[in-house]
């Protein structure tokens, strides 16, 4: 039950994000770029006490954390580039014509924000998904205001986040609630924000029963909301023979990097390897079992996602057809409680395939390689596999042409298909598409990452027979604004005559 000091602000916060939103959705788009620039800034001003504080509340090392602030600017910073560029707005003009039959209206389209957006940070990012995380800028980007709800296992490094963006709100002369931040581990309390009246979208990054909770929470409300939720995956290696003949060691030792990465918490961590019984495979898996054993054991971010690892990995090494190939050697001095150890283990098709609860992601540096007979088995384990946010092919042209029923299968299940590379690595960028078919998210049409990100927080709005001097700028003849725009179905940045 929550208290009725934090009811109070709950519905303080809402207020001054409602009142907020009819300010801020019409400031122009150099406005909003501006903004987010400036959170940029004054994020780097933080320096290395951000980076010490998250290194402690995390035990994420600081080579890494350095790596994820510089995505975390970096994304503030292209979104604002995106949002002024307009890409993401689809503008789309159709002129009238008197003599068309039936006679067809002048007819121009944009996006416009949806109203204040509730993101929930994520515990194995603390900095790009999480307060100041891609979800935060691209709602701001879109023109929505934002309440975070900010993870309890890296308290401080959030607040001195949110700090940074309320500065930058402050210097850029907007009000204070486009931006407000609420703490507690309380799940009645993102309950009531999901479901206050005033929020109008939800995001999140977070584990497949969170996601579904928030998910089941929103559709509850009287008006529904869209909850854009990303929950991971187990990722699926399909390992075919021709590739493995040529490249065993040299896979293993990229996978081995790959699924150990961050203490294989990223949802990206290639969890499932897939291959036909070969001598190829079985060096593979031998290399692969060598490098895991090299590989330190290493703390998990905090205590639930520790136990949660331990208790899933013992589970599947307990199952009779489930056998241990490899696991850490290296000690690490792992806070009491979250050591994480480096595992790999195999099984064959046949159990894999008469035991769902195999495909299911654990989170940390496990993975499972599971050796098939035949294609057709293959083939049977990928129709079976949920949808995913990655799925990745190990092959040769040769490999493919035999095997092409998968690229078919996984353009289906995945978000994101890759070749001959690992799936830990998500880059910034328009063409990015990290999301899939459910479970991996909640809605597989969207992207968390990236430009087109921003999108999730817009909706489409036509203007039928406006007056010229009435239109908004990105949908006026003159183009003030340069943006490219679709004219009469031809792509162009030139006015409309």
Known sequence: MLSDSILRELELVMARAAEAFEVYRTLSVRHRSA??????????HLGDALIQTAHRETNLDTARLRSERSRMLFQFRSYADATVAGTWMDLSIHTAIADHNPPRPDLRKRMVPLGPVVVFGASNFPFAYATAGGDTAAALAAGCTVIVKAHPAHPLTAHMLAGAIEKAI?????????????EGAD??????????PTVRAVAFTGSFAGGKQLFDWAQQRICPIPVFAEMGSVNPVYLMPRKLETAASEMALQFARSITSGAGQFCTKPGLLIGLESDALTQFTHDLGKAIRKVQTMPLLHEGIAESYARLREEALMHEAVHLVAESDEAFAAPEGRAGIPTLATTDGATFLSHPGLQEEIFG????????????????????????????????????????????????????????????????????????????????????????????????????NWSPSLLPDELKNENPLNMGRWVNDVWTRDAVK
């Open 187 to 196: 799940f009645e309390l993102g309950k009531k924000l999901v479901q206050h």
């Open 170 to 182: 402050e210097k850029c002369d907007l009000p204070a609630g486009v931006f407000a931040q609420m």
């Open 35 to 44: 903004l987010l620039y400036a959170i940029a800034q004054e994020i780097d």
């Open 365 to 464: 540096p496990f993975s499972l390689i599971v050796h098939c007979k035949s294609l057709e088995q293959v083939m049977s384990i990928a129709q079976k596999l949920e949808g995913q946010l990655t799925g990745t092919l190990l092959a040769t042209e040769e490999d493919l042409k035999e095997a092409h029923f998968l690229i078919s299968i996984l353009e289906h299940q995945c978000g994101r298909l890759i070749l001959n590379g690992v799936p830990t690595g998500v880059e910034v960028c328009k063409s990015m598409q990290h999301g899939g078919p459910f479970p991996a998210s909640t809605d597989s049409r969207f992207t968390a990452v990236g430009s087109d990100g921003i999108k999730r927080f817009a909706r489409a709005v036509c203007y039928q």
